[in-house]
């Protein structure tokens, strides 16, 4: 079975939580009759936003890793299509979060992989 998150055809460790965007992108203006016309630029720009949880030093070495640089390949599975999808995406801001647990030291991260 295919991993949840596959970065650059390398599997990333099992997501926490998944919340996709579905982005209609266009341009409204208006005419001198006050009638506003919306140009369709691009329907359905995904931002998918992933969270992890618990993550090994390691797990969150490989994440930051694999969305450092943009233009990198993600599949995922696309909610609307119901089908696995393949996109060039860069990811935004990245802030680890550093916990102690019972366990040791555990990671949680959370961001956003925007669609290109």
Known sequence: MQAAVVIDGVDMPA???KQIKYADIGNARQNELGQTRFDV???GQATITYGWTNLTAEALSTL???????????????DE???RRTIIAKAGDRTPQTVLTYMGTRHNISFDIAEL
Do not use: Q, T
């Open 81 to 83: 299509l119901m089908e």
């Open 64 to 78: 930051l890793k694999a969305v450092k640089n943009p233009g990198f390949s993600l599949n995922y599975f696309d």
């Open 15 to 17: 997501p926490s939580s």
């Open 41 to 43: 630029i691009r329907l």
